[in-house]
């Protein structure tokens, strides 16, 4: 029996709360929903303000969220289905204008708080919780309604009329009652309206937040093969297919990063001397650049980059027992694309195009490299 008088309470405070969430179908509040499904927030929020001035000041109601972009909010309404228990009203929020979303109205913080589940799930966000309606109404009256005025009658004209020459003596005139005199009665001033709390817009998530990951550094250590347009000129295929690459990046903010790297690429080729006795030339690259990187973080499983290198490219041929050393500054503009294994180790690859410029001529070379990405810390 218990159980059974405790449902029917339950079931009773369920039905008043839903039934107290929704606005009156009359008046001002049918004006503010008929312009908010029009597309006119602005004068659906004056509607608003006008109507709850009357008597529902000491009412409790759900705070949805506050909006500086009408079509933000436009999008939320039409999310709900233009809900009969939402209403908007004007506010300002880090001194720019807005519009602030309320839903439903309560006797009690108490019901609107039990009714913050009704919300739909479009519209749920955290910290919705209740107000009271006299905080959030903007001080001062509504603007006014202008109604078209009829236009002034004409004054008629009266002529004067001329005083019969018979009437000589003049009337005694008669006596004038006086008005009594009525005190004014004393002008109490308005009670201020509440100040209204500005609340200032949600900041925006962090990149953590935001579930994306930003290392403080990232350390790549590959496999690279370099081709060389000199190289195949001078009789091989100007292919080094023995490389390595390491690099260090060190990430200063979400995208933007600075790229230190090293790397060397080796090979040999059988050549003929002047006499056409077979001889061996043992070619080596060694380069040393530097420079930024700009970084896509989207938080997907694929991390894209583009770089822009600048440094120091060393060329060395062993022949005969002779060994010729060549340095030249170089550019190496690149792109490259990590994917994300765990939270610290990644699989990179990535191809770049060299040009140095060498004593006697430039040296066209194009990279390519794959290996294991290590990410230290987090910014």
Do not use: K
């Not at 602005?42 to 608003?48: K, Q, Y």
């Not at 590959?222 to 091989?236: F, I």
């Not at 230190?260 to 040393?288: F, I, R």
């Amino acid at each position: 029996m218990r159980r059974h008088v405790a449902a029917g309470v339950l079931a009773m405070m369920a039905a008043v709360c839903v039934e107290a969430q929704t606005l009156p179908s009359s008046g001002a509040f049918a004006r503010g929903r008929e312009l908010m499904a029009s597309g006119d927030p602005l004068g659906a929020a004056d509607a608003f303000h006008e109507a709850l001035r009357g008597g529902d000041a000491g009412r409790h109601t759900l705070r949805v969220g506050v909006y500086c972009d009408v079509a933000n909010l436009e999008r939320q309404v039409r999310a709900s289905g233009n809900a009969p228990e939402l209403f908007v009203l004007r506010r300002s929020a880090g001194g720019r204008p807005c519009l602030a979303l309320y839903w439903g109205l309560f006797p009690s913080r108490a019901a609107a708080r039990a009714a913050a589940a009704t919300i739909p799930v479009p519209l749920r966000a955290a910290g919705q919780s209740p107000v009271l309606v006299s905080q959030v109404l903007p001080p001062g009256a509504p603007p006014p309604v202008v109604a078209a005025s009829a236009p002034p009658r004409p004054v008629p004209q009266v002529e004067p009329v001329a005083p019969s020459p018979a009437a000589t003596v003049p009337a005694r005139p008669e006596p004038v009652a006086e008005a009594p005199v009525v005190e004014a009665a004393p002008v109490v001033p308005a009670a201020p309206s509440p100040a209204v709390r500005e609340e200032p817009l949600p900041p925006m998530p962090t990149p953590a937040q935001a579930g994306v990951r930003v290392p403080a550094m990232e350390i790549t250590g590959a496999y690279s093969a370099l081709w060389d347009d000199v190289l195949s000129e001078d009789g091989g295929d100007g292919f080094l297919e023995a490389g390595w690459m390491l690099s260090l990046c060190g990430n200063l903010t979400q995208s933007i990063g600075v790229v230190g790297e090293v790397s060397g690429h080796y090979t040999s080729d059988d050549t003929l001397d002047a006499s056409g006795a077979p001889l061996a030339a043992d070619w080596d690259l060694l380069g040393v650049h530097a420079g930024p990187r700009y970084t896509h973080r989207g938080g997907g499983f694929a991390v894209p980059y583009v770089q822009a290198l600048a440094g120091w490219t060393r060329t060395g041929v062993e022949l005969a027992g002779v060994r010729r050393v060549e340095d030249a500054f170089s550019i190496q503009p690149g792109v490259g694309l990590n994917l994300r294994l765990s939270r610290s180790v990644g699989l990179g690859f990535g191809a770049d195009y060299r040009l140095a410029f060498g004593e006697y001529e430039n040296r066209n070379e194009l990279r390519l490299h794959a290996g294991l990405v290590l990410a230290i810390g987090d910014r």
